[in-house]
């Protein structure tokens, strides 16, 4: 790096989450990247004054499903990464479960074309793992722009749904990159369906897809990763039992877990928010998020993503058991784990592998996860003090609700840098949607 130019933006005075721990210190972005660390007199065209704040690598969100193309009424690429910018958010990784699915090349493009002119973060999409392209995906999964495969072997429709030990098969097979796995298992959840219709209430959900539901498919798919050496990505895990078995398999398989399961808690969220709360895997008792926690004490756990999947309240109005499943939680993943973090539940190092340094690593994320010269200059501002209600009017998602309006959270972004440049800054997003497509290792 050329460091006798100047540099575009320079933050002054912050706490920076440096690999090797926090440190005071100034940080300086030229062309996308930080080009010089400890140099606070480095000249520069903009200059952020940090004191008192903490800078963070740029947040990973590895799990949001922004529903275009073909529900656009629930959610856009506009608003998701909007969304994600004013919550401190600079990458995503979007799911295949739109209209059309994601399971080819030109599927893929279609949502690239309108990320370049509309994401204003940085972005990349999952390729969705199928007995319809599964000889296919060794190929598809290098494709520019994507965050690898996504496995469903429940909860979801048409060639989407991978529930078969065969079709696991083939498509662990086919490709080297890791593969994330929505695993509950289809089988049980169909037999079981008659609980929820019986209940009618949706307090009855974790009782439908109970602990098997997700411990049978979890066994099952990591079975299949160990005969042919496939890394596995299990996401969105809900049970104290999965991670008791999990634990046992940290060489082949990461974990994910959501903010959701770590700040929510049956039945008192369904009785509190009827099918707002509902999601799949569900809210479960205390005793699971007590087993969640410990496992990301303890190292189990690798990442935490949002699984932001909106959908309208009208929809969510529906009867249940046909209301359906997700709510929003790429603007609200960060606030929610910084209040953890002043609670004492996590330290912030800790929350910055989860949310930065993790996806990076286990992902291949090329110049992203950690602030070093070198490295792209995405950034996330956060201040450890400020203390706010949540407030729904504030959120970009089209669907306008959150699980957490009037909690009061400590631990807010304030800045939002992307590329080396600050895309929102106190609530308000700056400039125009200028994300580009994440570059993954080969």
Known sequence: MNTELPADLLIQGATVMLPS?????SVACRNGHIVAIGDEHFPAADTLDATGLHLLPGVVDSQVHFREPGMTHK???EAGTRGAVLGGVTSIFEMPNTQPLTLSAEDIAAKQCIAAQQAWCNYAFYMGGSAANAEHLATLETLPGCSGVKVFMGSSFGDLLADDDAVLRRILQNGRRRVAVHAEDEARLRSRRHLAEEAG??????VWRDVDSALLATKRVVTLALE???PLHVLHVSTAEEMAFLQHHKALVSVEVLPQH?????PECYERMGTLAQMNPPIREKRHQDALWKAIEVGVVDVVGSDHAPHTREEKKKAYPDSPSGMTGTQTLLPLMLDHVNARRLSLTRLVDLVCSGPARLFGMVGKGRIAVGYDADLTLVDMQARQAMDDRKLASKCGWSAYDGMVLQGWPVATVINGRIVMRDGEVLGRPAGQALQFLP
């Open 201 to 206: 209430h949706v307090t009855a959900h974790p």
């Open 228 to 230: 042919v050496s496939r």
């Open 262 to 266: 770590l700040t929510l808690c049956a």
């Open 75 to 77: 959610e856009t690429l």
């Open 21 to 25: 721990g926090p440190t005071v210190t």
